[in-house]
């Protein structure tokens, strides 16, 4: 059979499936002008679209407690300063981070960390607030602060409930104000300062078990000026005697007495800190070279006869 037949059976001719040529139908191509080669050809009517990029924020922040962007991160800036102060800011504290929010002395030689001026209680809540003894820990690894090595941990008592413990344990106790209280675990009043904000974070500080807390009236006195005393009441949190089984060592036993030195030392370098810095903020300039409360005291001007009220908590 041949090829045109086969073809012919399915209606379709071999001129059809090759193509007719135009002349072969008697039409004329069409002609293709310039405009209609231009790339743009046919979109005249077309609607512009825009397209709506939206950039990605990263917002990582660190888990590594230890790195320099930790406290950055979350809104926290730190300053250091002489005498071993680190003061932390906090954009979450007031709008701009000018305002000191809480200052950190670190007494390496003897051992002792001192916290003033805690006023994390009034930092507006936000997602990376962090506690006291998160940011103790990441400006130790910051600052190459061996934590580990700090006997001590001291801190202001600021809140109402707390200090009104502390009347009722001197009262039950026959206490005057100008003694210390001193506890140990096996103590039965133990449990109603080992459940304070105090001693909560403090504990969270030093991996160790604390075995002491003595808890200390202080009348702070600028000397030098007319600003008022104030009454403070320090809670101090001991970890050296690690293996002390809850047994305070009597008050003549040699080595509590250079543990007690050593801390009471701390706290009085911390009080001189502090008052160098409020005279500072007074306008009261020390003389050249001024070093200690009394340098300062002998720069100030003559302290008032009349001694000024105290401001008991």
């Known amino acids: 059979m041949r090829f045109s037949s086969v073809l012919s059976c399915f209606g379709v001719s071999l001129e059809g499936l090759l193509g007719s040529s135009p002349s072969s139908r008697g039409v004329q191509p069409a002609e293709i002008t310039e405009s209609e080669?231009?790339?743009?050809?046919?979109?005249?009517?077309?609607?512009?679209?825009?397209?709506?990029?939206?950039?990605?924020?990263?917002?990582?922040?660190t888990d590594d407690i230890s790195s320099?962007?930790?406290?950055?991160?979350?809104?926290?800036?730190a300053s250091f300063h002489p005498k071993g102060e680190t003061r932390v800011y906090s954009i979450h504290y007031d709008e701009f981070g000018e305002e000191t929010m809480l200052s950190v002395y670190f007494d390496e030689s003897r051992q002792v960390t001192s916290f003033r001026n805690d006023n994390l209680r009034y930092e507006k809540d936000h997602d990376y607030k962090l506690s006291l003894f998160y940011i103790f820990r990441a400006l130790c690894l910051s600052q190459f602060?061996?934590?580990?090595?700090?006997?001590?941990?001291v801190m202001d008592i600021f809140d109402l409930h707390t200090l009104e413990r502390i009347e009722q344990y001197r009262e039950s106790n026959l206490l005057r104000i100008e003694e210390d209280i001193r506890?140990?675990?096996?103590?039965?009043?133990?449990?109603?300062?080992?459940?304070?904000?105090?001693y909560q974070q403090a504990s969270r500080m030093i991996p160790a078990r604390i075995d002491k807390m003595i808890i200390r009236r202080q009348e702070r006195w600028i000397e030098?000026?007319?600003?008022?005393?104030t009454v403070a009441h320090l809670i101090m949190f001991s970890f050296k005697s690690h293996h002390s089984k809850g047994q305070d060592p009597p008050a003549t036993d040699a080595a509590e007495i250079r543990a007690l030195?050593?801390?009471g030392a701390a706290i009085e370098a911390?009080?001189?800190a502090e008052a160098a810095k409020l005279k500072q903020e007074?306008?009261?300039?020390?003389?050249a070279g001024a070093d200690t409360l009394d340098d300062f005291t002998e720069a100030a001007p003559e302290k008032s006869d009349t001694e000024p009220a105290l401001e008991d908590s």
Do not use: Q
């Not at 990029?53 to 990582?60: G, I, K, L, Q, S």
């Not at 320099?68 to 800036?77: E, V």
């Not at 030098?224 to 005393?229: F, M, V």
């Open 37 to 61: 080669l231009s790339p743009t050809a046919g979109l005249e009517h077309t609607e512009e679209i825009e397209l709506d990029y939206t950039e990605e924020r990263c917002d990582f922040k």
């Open 68 to 77: 320099h962007d930790y406290l950055p991160d979350r809104g926290y800036l």
């Open 145 to 153: 602060v061996d934590f580990l090595a700090m006997d001590w941990i």
């Open 183 to 198: 506890l140990t675990e096996e103590d039965r009043c133990w449990g109603i300062f080992s459940n304070t904000y105090y």
């Open 224 to 229: 030098g000026t007319d600003y008022p005393a």
């Open 261 to 263: 030195e050593g801390v």
């Open 270 to 272: 911390v009080d001189e």
């Open 282 to 287: 007074l306008g009261i300039r020390p003389e």
